[in-house]
C-alpha cells in the first residue's frame, strides 16, 4: 500500500468569535475523510513546543529536531538546489537597502532588478581558505553557504531584524574557537559584499530606475547541515513531495525525497493548489510515498485574515481533497497541518493540530474534520514524532521490532 | 492491595466488515470489568511501533526495550529453563532435515521421535575454549546458549528460512572481533552437530520409520541476555506468570518472576485456559502479583480467522474472565494485550491495544471491551512502558517521586 500525506500550513486555529476556521469553513471533502478514516490530534513536535515549520516538518518525517537542527539555513539552501555537504554551515540571506551605513529597506523594496547580476558577483568569495556559496532564491532573499574546516553554527545573525541600524556584526554563541572563526567570517562576507554591490553597475542602474540600492546582504538562520538518514534507507521506500515552499522543499530534500515542481504553485492563497493535488495523484503511481504541502492557511493566519483562512480552507477542500477522495485508490491518506497559527496572534503556536487517516484503519464516530470534531476521534492525542512509522504501518511497510 | 495482569496475546485488531473479532464476540464479563473498571488504549511500546510479543511484554513489565532488547534468543532459553548468566549469547534453534546439503524441511517433519537423544549428543561441547549450552524445547524446537568472554549477539542466523538451499554462514553484522568470533563458534557448531547427527543411530531409527532425519540445526534470533532489575527489586513485590508460550515464560523468567505451569495449558485455541485462570486465582493467595498470559487469540490470528478468534475471545470470557470477576477480590485486575494482530494481514501491527483497569479507579461511561469503545475511556491513549507504575500506584504500592 501507498501513503499519501496532506499537509496544510499553520491550518490548526483558536476562536475567533466562538469557532476556529476550519469550523466556519464548508469542507464536505475534507469531512468525509475524517468520517470514512479514523480521527485524532497531534502535537507535531511535544506538548507545549511552539513549532516552526521546519522543526515540525522534520518531527512528522520522523527527525528529532531537538537532536537535529540547529537552524533554517542548511533547509533553505536545501530548497534553492545546493547539495550540502556534511558539515555545511548555511544561513537564510537577504538583499537589502543601506543609506549611510545604515538599513533603510530590509528587503531592498522587493525589486528584483537585476539581483541575478548582483548574486553573481557575490559568488565564489574565499575568506581565510574557506569556500563560501551564495545563491539566489526567489525575489530579495538568497542563501549563504560556507563550507570547509573549523566552522560552527553557533553565531548570531547580521540581519538586525529592523530598519535605522547598521548590519549586526556576527558574535560567536560559545566559547569556540570554531564559532570566533565562522562569525569573523561572516562578518568579513558582510564586508566584502558591501564593497562589491556598492558601486556596481547593476546597482547604479537600479537607482536610475528609482529603486533602491541592493547594496548589503543580512543573514540569519544559520545552522549547520545534519546528517539526516535518507528516508529511503529509513523507511524503505522512495519519497517525493511537493512544496511551492523553499524552506519546506529543503527539508524534504534533506531527507531525500525528490522535488516535484508545480507550474502555479507559489506558497500563496492564489496558488494552483489544483495542480498541486493532479500533481501529486500523478506521482503516487511512480513514488511509494507522496508528500503535498499546502502554504496559504498559514499566510493568511499571519495576515490575521480569518475570511481569507477560512476560503482557503474551502479551497483546498474542493480542489486538492475532493480529487484526491475520487481518484486515490489503495493509499493511505493523512491530512493534517504542522503546527496552528492562531489569527487572533498572528504567530504559530502550540495548539495540537487535527488529524485524519484514512485506510485500513478502524474508524470513529467523527463526521467533520475540524480541531474540536478530531479532539473526541479514537486516535486520541499522538506526537508528530510517530507519525511516519504508524503510516509505515498501515501501509504494511513497518519492521517488526521483536519476535 | 494485589495485583493481577490478563494479557490476550494479538488480541486487539482492524475492521472485518466493519468490526474487530472483540466487537463480534459476546464478552459479558470483559464488559462488566470494562463497566466497572476505568478503559483506554495502550501503544505498548511506542506509538506507530509494530510489537513482537518479547518487546511488547518487557515494555508492559516496565523494561525499555529499545535499551534492553537485542534479539528473541536469550528469552526463549529463559523459558526452556536454563539459568542464563549476563553476557551469555542464546539463539533459538530448529532441529531441521538436509540432504545432499540442502535443507529438505526446516522442522524435521515436525517429528519428535528420537530428539532427546539428539539434543544430549549435542550438548556440551567446547569450541574455541567457550562453552555451548544446548536444551530442546517443545517439539522441534530448541536452545543454543554460548557461555563465555568476547562473545557478540551481533551475528546473523544459519537459518535460511527457507529450503532448498544449504545453512547460511552466520556472518558479523558489525566490525568488532567479539562478533566474527561468535559467528565462527556457531558456524563450527552448526558443523560438529551435523556430523554428531548425520550417521547417529536416533536418526538411523527414524529413517527406518520413514521420517525425516534431524540431521542439521538452525539457528536465528540471536540476542545478548540483558541484566534486567528483578521485579522484586524494581516493584517491591514477588510475581508469578502463567503462560504456556516459551518465550513469553522467558521473558517473565527474565524479569525474576516464578514461572507456574499448568495442566493442559498449550498455548493453542484448544488450551485449558480455565485451568490457567484457576491457577492464576490460587497463584493470588501466595503473590502480589500475577501475571496471566493467553496466546491462543494471536494464533488465530496469524491463521487469519476471524470466528475462531472470536469464539476464543468468548472461551476467555466465560472461562477466565467470569471466574476471576467471581473469586478475585481487593485486587487490581487489568485486561489488555501485548499487540494487535489483525485478521486481515495476518501480523502484528502498530494499531493501539484495549486496556480496561478495575480497582480503586475514577470509574468512566464506558461499557463494553472492545478497540473503540475503550478508546472513548477515560484513560485516554497511555504508553505499554507505563503500565507497572500505574498498577503498583493503583496498588498502594508505588513510592513517591519527590516529596
Redesign the interface.
Known amino acids: 500500500m501507498k501513503s499519501l500525506l496532506i499537509i496544510c500550513d499553520g491550518m490548526g486555529d483558536r476562536l475567533t468569535d466562538g469557532r476556529t476556521p476550519l469550523e466556519a469553513a464548508k469542507t464536505p471533502n475534507m469531512d468525509l475523510l475524517a468520517e470514512r478514516g479514523i480521527t485524532g490530534i497531534m502535537d507535531t513536535v511535544r506538548t507545549g513546543i511552539r513549532p516552526g515549520s521546519d522543526t515540525a516538518h522534520l518531527s512528522i518525517f520522523g527527525y528529532n529536531p531537538f537532536e537535529l537542527y540547529t537552524g533554517r539555513g542548511p533547509f533553505e539552501a536545501a530548497g534553492a538546489g545546493i547539495e550540502l555537504e556534511k558539515g555545511d554551515i548555511a544561513c537564510r540571506c537577504n538583499f537589502a537597502s543601506m543609506e549611510n551605513g545604515r538599513i533603510t529597506d530590509r528587503r531592498a523594496g522587493r525589486e528584483e532588478e537585476g539581483l541575478d547580476q548582483l548574486a553573481k558577483e557575490v559568488e565564489g568569495i574565499t575568506i581565510k581558505g574557506v569556500k563560501l556559496i551564495f545563491k539566489r532564491g526567489q525575489g530579495h532573499r538568497a542563501v549563504l553557504v560556507i563550507r570547509g574546516k573549523n566552522l560552527s553554527p553557533h553565531i548570531t545573525s547580521t540581519d538586525p531584524e529592523k530598519i535605522g541600524v547598521p548590519p549586526s556584526k556576527s558574535m560567536p554563541i560559545d566559547g569556540r574557537k570554531e564559532s570566533r572563526n565562522t562569525a569573523e567570517i561572516l562578518n568579513e562576507f558582510t564586508k566584502r559584499a558591501e564593497s562589491i554591490l556598492s558601486d556596481h553597475i547593476a546597482n547604479k542602474e537600479r537607482i536610475r530606475n528609482r529603486k533602491l540600492p541592493a547594496n548589503v546582504i543580512l543573514c540569519r538562520g544559520t545552522g549547520v547541515n545534519p546528517y539526516l538518514k535518507p528516508f529511503e534507507e529509513r523507511y524503505g521506500i522512495k519519497g517525493a513531495c511537493i512544496s511551492a515552499t523553499t524552506l519546506i522543499t529543503g527539508v524534504c530534500r534533506s531527507v531525500g525525497m525528490d522535488a516535484i515542481e508545480v507550474k502555479g504553485a507559489n506558497g500563496h492563497t492564489d496558488s494552483n493548489i489544483g495542480a498541486k493535488a493532479k500533481a501529486a495523484i500523478t506521482a503516487l503511481k511512480k513514488y511509494d510515498f507522496v508528500f503535498l504541502h499546502i502554504k496559504g492557511t498559514d499566510e493568511a493566519s499571519h495576515d490575521g485574515n480569518f475570511n481569507a483562512k477560512r476560503e482557503f480552507i474551502e479551497r483546498i477542500d474542493s480542489e486538492v481533497i475532493a480529487p484526491i477522495l475520487n481518484e486515490v485508490k489503495d493509499t493511505t491518506v493523512v491530512l493534517t497541518a504542522d503546527h496552528s497559527t492562531p489569527i487572533n496572534i498572528r504567530q504559530h503556536s502550540a495548539d495540537p493540530v487535527p488529524i485524519a487517516i484514512l485506510g ?5 464516530p467523527v463526521k467533520r474534520f475540524t480541531e474540536r470534531h478530531c479532539a473526541k476521534g ?6 508528530g514524532i ?9 501501509s ?1 511497510r ?6
Chains 1, 2 share one sequence.
Not at 386 to 394: F, P
Open positions: 485500513d484503519v478502524r474508524t470513529d479514537d486516535i486520541g492525542r499522538i506526537c510517530n507519525l511516519m512509522d504508524r503510516i509505515m504501518d498501515l504494511n513497518a519492521k517488526l521490532f521483536g519476535a
